[in-house]
């Protein structure tokens, strides 16, 4: 519901900057037709990778992973999957 709310916050305010047409704006669009797409399960394999290489880069997502909890969670997810 969370991610809803913020694809049609950011839509609208991609609908009132694509009146000058400005290339932010279109960028902006195009991040928004992104997140609509991987929600609804439409990207290709390939295009699912790309994304899954691009996050496992992020410093951000490396901290998440090599938490002890976190790898807990994953050895455990493991073995029941």
Not at 47 to 58: C, F, I, T, V, Y
Not at 69 to 75: E, I, L
């Amino acid at each position: 519901m969370v991610l809803e709310g913020l694809q049609i916050l950011a839509f609208s305010l991609c609908c009132l900057t694509l009146q000058d047409r400005s290339s932010e704006s279109v960028v902006v669009f195009r991040c928004v037709e992104q997140i609509n797409k991987a929600s609804r399960g439409d990207l290709t394999p390939e295009e699912l990778k790309e994304r899954q290489a691009k996050a496992m880069q992020d410093p951000e997502v490396q901290n998440i992973l090599s938490d002890p909890v976190m790898r807990q969670v994953k050895a455990v997810a493991s073995i029941v999957f």
